[in-house]
């Protein structure tokens, strides 16, 4: 026996199951299907800085009662003896490596015009002022510190010289640099360091500040990146196979267990019929037939119905009703016999029928 449900009903049961156990299955294969992440690790950390340290050494004046200045202050051309300046280089990593390398301190005198984007170097002159060093060293850290003395007069003097054979008057600048070139060489891999911190210092002037440049401090690493598999969340795996189990349940319940029916009114459809095949033979009453026959026969059919009244040359009457549901009951009357089908009672042991039979005409 089938558990009977409106067809309409029944389709969208299906439709609305069926999608959710899609759901649930996509979902529970995407939970089952390994994914991965992305996990760097650092194998080898390292950090590179540098430092200028200068101080101006002062002529005997007027101004300063002190015989220097430290750094980051307007020097005086005219006062300055020469300053005395310290380059300083470190490295320093977590673990120990195969060092080498080289570094020297090199000065420029340049004269150049425009600025930024507009700069041309007109004329240059480099002065060597340390001579290539090498660095060799099996260590995690690398310490180097060269004082070098800076003689601004010197520079001051060459510089006139070639104003005054060029009869060019631009703008120059000294520019000393300590280059480094550092290769720590590892069980992971090669790190290379090439920094030049550099001090720029205006010439042919009479006063000038100093600035700096590529003095900062580096940190930098060699890392390894892994692919790494997610671990499986067993609550959603729970959760989604319990709803795609319920749902194939569901599934199979509603295919198997059920049947849909239309949902059609089962009076009306009846009413129409007889009304279709038989409507030249009825006779509408609008008064109440009175039951004054002695004997009531009830007829299974509308057709039997038919037959008693064509084999008794009689009509089929009905108490019409504007109400549909009232006009139920149709009769042929012979003398004190009465012949009754009632629609009503026909569709209660249809209903009876289908029900112990399983049977459905209108079924999905």
Known sequence: MKLRMNKNIKLGLLIIIGALMCLAFLMLYNELNPDFMEETTSLYNYSSSTDINYQAVLKPNIIYDNGSLDKGNIYITEFIDFFQTSFIYEFASDKESNISGDYEIIASVEGYTGEGETYKSIWKKKYELLPKTSLQAKDN???????IQLNINEYNIFVAQVIEESNINSNIKLTVSMNINLKANT????????ISPSIIVPLNTSFFEINESGVEEKPGSI????????PVNKSRVIVYSCILALSLMGLIFLIFFTKGINNIDQFEKELKKIFKNHGN?????????????ENLNKVKS????????????????????????DMNEFYVIDDNELYLFDINKKLEE??????????E????
């Open 361 to 364: 005409t209108e079924e999905m």
């Open 281 to 293: 033979r009825l006779v509408a009453l609008n008064a109440e037939i009175a039951a004054t026959c």
């Open 187 to 194: 069980e992971y891999g090669l790190v290379e360091e090439r």
């Open 223 to 230: 890392e390894e990146t892994k692919q790494i598999i997610l």
């Open 302 to 325: 509308i057709d039997d119905l038919v037959r008693i009244a064509d084999e008794i040359g009689k009509p089929i009457l009905y108490q019409y009703s504007p109400y549909r549901k």
């Open 350 to 359: 249809q209903s009876s029928y289908d029900y112990y039979s399983g049977e």
């Open 141 to 147: 850290r690398i310490n180097i510190k060269e004082d």
